[in-house]
């Protein structure tokens, strides 16, 4: 049969194709068979043997199983609450880098929720095909979809449900008759959308809304009280940007997390028969509603007065 050449290789030559191929595979079949009849060895333990050692093709039913229809629309929700978990990260970047508007900054974040609310929905569907079908395939995705497209929905679905409630303003005061001026913050809000003007309609707004604030008494001077109120706003890690100790007056301003929105604050102390009165105003730069943010920002700020030890 031609010397030196293999045997496989002359058989090749002198047979077509698909006669040579039919030849093979029966020869590869008897391979197993015959090492079992001189080694012992079962026929499975072989083929899985030449498999690993390359030396035998894959059988058709060692194909990887097509992942099912749970597992499907498990990576389906999956993909849709990374992309919505992205869109709605980079909204306030977005914003702060003057890429994005205020409103699409701030309807990227709703249209993000509705679309991880929606991915959420597939993947319950997911969940209900991997039950029924009894299987561990793609249960682990499903858990995945779950989470990350509750992250991204139900946060903002709270966060506008309680901002319904919330009065519509952006200017807060604990003296609606006669609230702190701005003086050392105007030339930082100059082109800001908000004015400094306190309005009547603000103020009927806020006792509407938020009866609960209102100016803090303290049994003390009005010198220790200012030293308390200056050491509690440096406490909030605000930007402190005039600290008036004739004038008794302290000014800051605070910029917000996600779209680095940026609120002054001012705290004016005054002398009273018993002690001294503490009041603050907060007012953001821009945005017809500040979504309760100015209102625990003074809250805050008055708590943090009060626990204040005297120096």
Request: hydrophobic share 45%; glycine share 10%.
């Amino acid at each position: 049969m031609g010397g030196d050449r293999p045997v496989d290789e002359e058989m090749r030559l002198s047979l077509p194709g698909a006669r040579y191929t039919r030849f093979a595979q029966r020869a590869d079949d008897d391979i197993p068979r015959r090492a079992q009849r001189t080694c012992g060895v079962s026929h499975d333990v072989l083929w899985r043997m030449a498999r690993m050692t390359g030396d035998l093709p894959m059988k058709t039913t060692d194909v990887g199983k097509q992942p099912g229809m749970g597992t499907r629309l498990a990576f389906l929700a999956l993909m849709v609450g990374l992309v919505c978990a992205a869109c709605a990260l980079a909204a306030g970047p977005g914003y702060r880098m003057h890429v994005l508007s205020l409103s699409t900054g701030l309807q990227t974040i709703r249209w993000a929720a509705i679309g991880a609310a929606l991915g959420g929905a597939v993947a319950i569907c997911a969940l209900v095909v991997v039950v029924v079908a009894r299987g561990r395939q793609g249960r682990s995705l499903v858990i995945a979809a779950l989470i990350i497209n509750g992250l991204v929905a139900i946060p903002p679905a709270l966060f506008y449900r309680h901002a319904q409630q919330l009065p519509h303003i952006h200017d807060l005061s604990t003296d609606i008759v006669d609230p702190p001026k701005f003086v050392a913050v105007l030339a930082l809000r100059a082109g800001a959308r908000n004015t400094v003007d306190y309005s009547p309609q603000t103020a009927i707004e806020q006792q509407r809304g938020y009866p609960d604030i209102a100016p803090l008494k303290l049994g003390t001077s009005p010198t220790d009280a200012f030293d308390r109120v200056v050491r509690a706003v440096r406490s909030m890690g605000w930007d402190v940007v005039s600290v008036a100790p004739g004038d008794l007056r302290v000014e800051a301003s605070d910029t917000t997390l996600l779209f680095g929105f940026m609120d002054e604050v001012v705290v004016r102390v005054r002398p009273t028969g018993q002690g001294s009165v503490i009041d603050v105003r907060s007012l953001s730069r821009v945005g017809g509603s500040d979504f309760g943010v100015n209102a625990n920002r003074v809250r805050a700020l008055l708590r943090k007065i009060g626990e204040a030890t005297p120096s």
